[in-house]
């Protein structure tokens, strides 16, 4: 393991990761990857000049076991004599407030933290502990929620701070295994923790992590590490061709009048001034010429939309929600009487275009919003109907008793992602008990729901479309629980 320290030096000395004498904000969450990071830098430093300063936020998760990884932090960066910057955020409490699964509150919390932090010892890059193994098991998260190249590549070794544009994070650990960095530390003697949650069943990672690849490693490619990292890098940069080639098209910096700024300053092109029809283009620049704008207007670029901008000029595609600059929770637009919503609209140049207040049919309430809910918990809003979910591993046979405003799916065949919408024109639905399905209009005729307040309604269905759940009706009949669900998911909705 000798070699380990000259490893990580050559490839921060190769991609240029870290400058001689720079000032480096180190992540150390307590856990082994980011305790051996911290023990190569400062190892490395003595020839380098680095100036480290140890960064922990403590997510206050998992009770005494956080506060025994902030001390194992305070008590190391004190024996390596470097200052640390230490802090303590209720994530939970962020996670209920801002309507967001844990996971995505605990990464945006940790991010600003560090940001804040890098600020304020005055450093310009901040050092991860992402590893081999991360990088496996992301590429294989993504390919499962249906990424494109872009997403499959993977961590770069250097990008930008999701919270502050001028701070660059850096990865010198993505070439080296997991299982280098343990024996490393089982002979270094580098004291570190285990975090109990990373062996937990419930979490995707968790069964990407430790049943998927073993499972493909043993009968499919031994070497599948070293398989998908050639794969993430082709990938990479073919990316960024589509990336650099849609920028050329899509934006000019010259300036012009009449046209939509981009952020940096340049500017969205009319059509004369393209030098390729929008029609004309490879089909993959197309895709990131939409993609972009939609992020730009604030709208998810999901793959079903970008489709039909693309093969559809002049024509209004409904979108549910649209999220301001610091706003990251889900929300649709409320229901009203009215009954107005978003749509985006793509011209023959090729230019997107937000539109606002488009009545929906006669009769019918338009717009959707799609969820993501893999993550063990979350939250949106939709119609004004307020809806929080929960997956857990079924536990026994054991019947759960039936709550008002909560219901029990099985969460492997409602899959993700699913999209909250209200009645459309022929749906279909299987009542659960029911052999087979009816037109929703039939069943809620059945049921006597009053006309108006079926176009209230708020339901859910899944990747394919399929209804599952109906706000205050029966389930679906195939997505109910059985004797072989393997996962459960919660669905609790209220209207304030």
């Not at 024996?183 to 580098?190: G, N, S, T, V």
């Not at 570190?192 to 992590?209: C, F, T, Y």
């Not at 002049?314 to 009215?338: C, H, L, W």
Request: hydrophobic fraction near 40%; glycine fraction near 8%; charge should be positive.
């Amino acid at each position: 393991m000798s070699e380990l320290p000259d490893l990580v030096y050559e490839a921060i000395r190769s991609r240029r990761l870290l400058a001689r004498g720079a000032r480096v904000l180190v992540a150390v969450s307590g856990g082994l990857d980011s305790i051996v990071l911290l023990h190569l830098l400062h190892h490395l430093s003595g020839k380098t000049g680095w100036r480290l300063v140890v960064g922990h936020l403590n997510h206050k998760l998992r009770g005494n076991s956080s506060n025994a990884d902030e001390r194992l932090v305070r008590r190391t960066a004190e024996t390596l004599g470097l200052p640390a910057i230490i802090a303590r955020r209720d994530v939970r409490a962020l996670s209920r407030k801002e309507k967001v699964s844990l996971e995505m509150a605990a990464r945006a919390a940790r991010h600003a933290f560090l940001a804040r932090a890098a600020r304020r010892v005055g450093a310009r890059v901040i050092a991860l502990a992402h590893h081999a193994d991360d990088q496996l098991e992301l590429f294989f998260l993504r390919l499962l929620r249906g990424s494109g190249g872009q997403g499959l590549a993977g961590m770069r070794w250097k990008s930008r701070s999701p919270s502050a544009r001028s701070l660059d994070l850096v990865r010198p650990l993505l070439a080296v295994s997991k299982s280098t960095l343990r024996e490393y530390a089982r002979r270094q003697r580098i004291e570190h923790r285990e975090d109990a949650s990373n062996a937990s069943p419930d979490i995707l990672r968790n069964r990407v992590r430790h049943h998927l690849l073993p499972l493909l490693q043993r009968n499919y490619q031994p070497a599948l590490a070293q398989v998908i990292s050639r794969t993430a890098d082709i990938l990479g940069a073919e990316s960024e061709f589509v990336e650099s080639t849609a920028a050329e098209w899509l934006y000019d910096t010259r300036p012009r009048t009449g046209t939509a700024k981009r952020s940096g300053g340049s500017r969205i092109r009319g059509g004369a001034a393209n030098p390729q029809p929008f029609d004309q283009l490879h089909v993959s620049v197309q895709r990131r010429c939409l993609q972009a704008q939609l992020i730009a207007l604030r709208v998810a670029p999901d793959f079903e939309l970008v489709e039909k901008l693309r093969l559809n000029s002049g024509v209004p595609v409904q979108v549910g929600s649209r999220a301001g600059k610091a706003d990251r929770i889900k929300r649709a637009a409320p229901a009203s009487n009215t009954q107005l919503a978003f749509s985006v609209l793509r011209e023959p140049s090729g230019r997107v275009q937000l539109q606002a207040g488009i009545p929906a049919p006669r009769g019918f309430t338009r717009g959707s919003l799609t969820l993501d809910v893999t993550p063990k918990a979350g939250a949106a809003c939709f119609g004004g109907v307020e809806v929080r979910w929960r997956n857990e591993k079924r536990i026994g046979l054991r019947k759960v008793k039936r709550l008002v405003r909560k219901e029990l799916f099985d969460a492997d065949r409602v899959g993700s992602p699913v999209s909250l919408r209200h009645w459309q024109p022929g749906d279909r639905f299987q009542p659960i008990g029911m052999a087979g399905a009816v037109k929703l209009q039939d069943f809620f005729t059945n049921q006597k729901v009053p006309r108006k307040e079926r176009q209230r309604l708020v339901l859910a269905t899944t990747a394919q479309g399929k209804i599952f759940w109906i706000e205050g009706m029966r389930i679906a009949e195939q997505f109910k629980l059985s004797p072989k669900t393997i996962r459960r998911l919660h669905w609790v909705w209220r209207r304030p």
